[in-house]
C-alpha cells in the first residue's frame, strides 16, 4: 500500500462551522505534513509531524489545529476560517530518517463560504 | 530564505519537441533534490529524485534531471514531449539540516504540449 488517502476529497463550510480534515498511511511513515495549496500556486508548507510530535508549524493562524492520534493518521482541525483560507489542502508522508521522497494524498478540496 | 526558483512559468511545445525545465534553489547545505509533476485534477507523482552521487539522475516516463552543485541548479529535461505530459511540474528541495523534514516547492511551471 504506497497510498495517502485523505477525507473528505471536497468540503464546504461556513466561517462558523468546526470541521476536520483526516489523512491515513499505511506505509509506516514517520513523518507527515499539511500543505496549503492555492489556484496556480506551488503548495505551502503548513506543519509537520515527526515522530508524532509536532516539529515545524510555518507561523500558521490558530484557527488551524493539527494533531497526529497515532502514527498512520494525521488531522487538521478547522475552526473559524475564513473565505480566503478556501484552497486544496493536501497530506502527505514520508519516511524518517531524511533522504526519502514525500508520498501525496489527493487532497481535499475546502471551500468557505 | 530558502527558496526555490522556477524560470518557465508556462512552456508549450509540440509533440516530439524536447524539454527542459529550469530549477535554481538558494540554500547553502546540503540538499535533496526532487521534481513532482502533477497531472489534472491528479496527486502529487514523484517523477525524480537526486540524493547523492551520479547528478545526472533518470526517472519514470524518459525524464531526466541534471544536478550542477556550482549553479545551485537542477534542470529536468525529456528528449521528445508527448501530448500525455501535459501537466504542473514542481521542483522541490529538502534541507538535510538536521531534525528538518521540510519539502520546499517551487512557483511550478505549466506545461502544454500540443498534440
Known amino acids: 500500500d504506497t497510498e495517502v488517502t485523505q477525507t473528505p476529497k471536497h468540503l464546504v463550510m461556513g466561517m462558523t462551522n468546526k470541521k476536520s480534515l483526516k489523512c491515513e498511511q499505511h506505509?509506516?511513515?514517520?513523518?507527515m505534513y499539511w500543505y496549503k495549496q492555492k489556484a496556480k500556486k506551488p503548495p505551502e508548507l503548513m506543519f509537520v509531524?515527526?515522530?508524532?510530535?509536532?516539529?515545524i508549524n510555518e507561523s500558521v493562524p490558530s484557527r488551524f489545529s493539527p494533531e497526529c492520534p497515532n502514527s498512520s493518521l494525521l488531522n487538521l482541525h478547522l475552526h473559524a476560517l475564513q473565505p480566503e483560507d478556501s484552497a486544496l489542502y493536501l497530506c502527505?508522508?514520508?519516511?524518517?530518517?531524511?533522504?526519502?521522497?514525500?508520498?501525496f494524498g489527493q487532497g481535499t478540496r475546502l471551500t468557505v463560504v | 530564505a530558502q527558496s526555490v526558483s522556477q524560470h518557465n512559468h508556462h512552456v508549450i511545445l509540440s509533440e516530439a519537441a524536447s524539454l527542459e525545465l529550469g530549477c535554481n534553489y538558494s540554500?547553502?547545505?546540503?540538499?535533496?533534490l526532487f521534481w513532482y509533476v502533477q497531472y489534472p485534477g491528479q496527486h502529487l507523482q514523484l517523477l525524480l529524485k537526486?540524493?547523492?552521487?551520479?547528478?545526472l539522475v533518470k526517472g519514470i516516463k524518459g525524464f531526466e534531471a541534471e544536478f550542477i552543485k556550482s549553479k545551485f541548479s537542477f534542470n529536468l529535461r525529456k528528449p521528445s514531449v508527448q501530448w500525455s505530459d501535459t501537466a504542473e511540474y514542481f521542483c522541490?528541495?529538502?534541507?538535510?539540516?538536521?531534525?528538518?523534514?521540510?519539502?520546499?516547492f517551487g512557483t511550478g511551471t505549466r506545461l502544454k504540449v500540443l498534440a
Open positions: 509531524y515527526s515522530y508524532e510530535k509536532l516539529s
Open positions: 537526486y540524493f547523492s552521487g551520479d547528478p
Open positions: 540554500y547553502g547545505g546540503t540538499v535533496n
Open positions: 506505509m509506516g511513515h514517520r513523518a
Open positions: 522541490a528541495v529538502n534541507p538535510t539540516t538536521s531534525g528538518t523534514y521540510k519539502y520546499i
Open positions: 502527505a508522508s514520508s519516511p524518517a530518517p531524511l533522504n526519502t521522497e514525500a508520498f
